[in-house]
């Protein structure tokens, strides 16, 4: 069994390193006592590959704001997508002012609206006003606007990915940073299991004649980090945020970006248990 440790404090005087370790089996945090964590990063480690920081999402995100926010948006994108866009074309404005396409339900904006009312009590936006009668969304301010832009989608894919996975052992890690031969680079969701591991990239959008560039990019990441193609994913969160000839929904593996699934939220679930069922198939027949 692995046994990690936490390096507290380091000091270097006169010739002699001190090192200082704390047991993480002492902390408060069970996930960092996963196995299957620590089994990762020690192998990326044997590849050359250096882990520099990274995040664990833990079940208790489904008691928090943020991760009510990202399940309506997900489950509701198909009804909010015109606002939502309408709101991210603003983004870099103060205030941000946004007018509702003619087009989108009152209810599902005033449901939107109360999710925005909900992020301002984690301070993500402050000062949220909607105007029925003009149909203006106005937001004072965004002093994180990260979640907004693309968080929210990493964790309406994670949850799904928890959902569905079938391994015994397995840990959701978010945004980890490494360094590969002097070059620093970012992930963001990576499935850590007893069976291998997954690896998925989320875009809240994406132009068509970007998305060679883009798979070649994750391709080239799931090699450093042992990853294979048929486990690499890319998700956006409807078709029409594919954005080029109009063509059908992406469903999985295809011409446009060999190699990669690229996926929407509507397809996500059905190709992953899929490809979930049939490592747990083949692994099953090999034994």
Known sequence: ?????????????????????????SLNVPELRENVLWSALLRLYEMGVVPLSFQILSFDIRNTTLYNVARF?????????????????????????????????????????????????????SGVHYYPDSRIIRV?????????????????????????????????????????????????VILLS?????????????????????????????NILGIPPGRIFLVIPSAKDLIGDGSEEPDGRGGDCPGIDVLTLGTLRSVLTRRFYDILVSENAAE
């Open 73 to 125: 948006m997900a489950s509701n994108y198909e009804h909010i997508r015109p606002v939502y866009r309408a709101l991210k074309s603003s983004f870099n404005s103060r205030p941000i002012v946004a007018e509702v396409p003619p087009d989108v339900d009152d209810s599902a904006v005033e449901s939107f609206v109360n999710k925005l009312v909900q992020l301002s009590s984690t301070g993500i936006l």
């Open 1 to 25: 069994m692995i046994q990690p440790f936490y390096v507290r404090e380091v000091k270097k005087e006169n010739g002699v390193v001190e090192v200082h370790l704390e047991d993480l089996n």
């Open 194 to 222: 007893e069976r291998g591991n997954f690896l998925f990239e989320t875009k809240t959008a994406i132009h068509r004649d970007e998305l060679e560039s883009i798979c070649y990019k994750l391709i080239r990441r799931g």
């Open 140 to 188: 004072e301010s965004m002093p994180d606007s990260y979640f907004m832009t693309g968080g929210w989608l990493e964790v309406a894919l994670a949850d799904t990915v928890a959902g569905l996975c079938p391994f015994r052992e397995f840990v959701l890690m978010k945004n980890l940073k490494f360094r590969f031969k002097n070059v620093i680079n970012e992930t963001d």
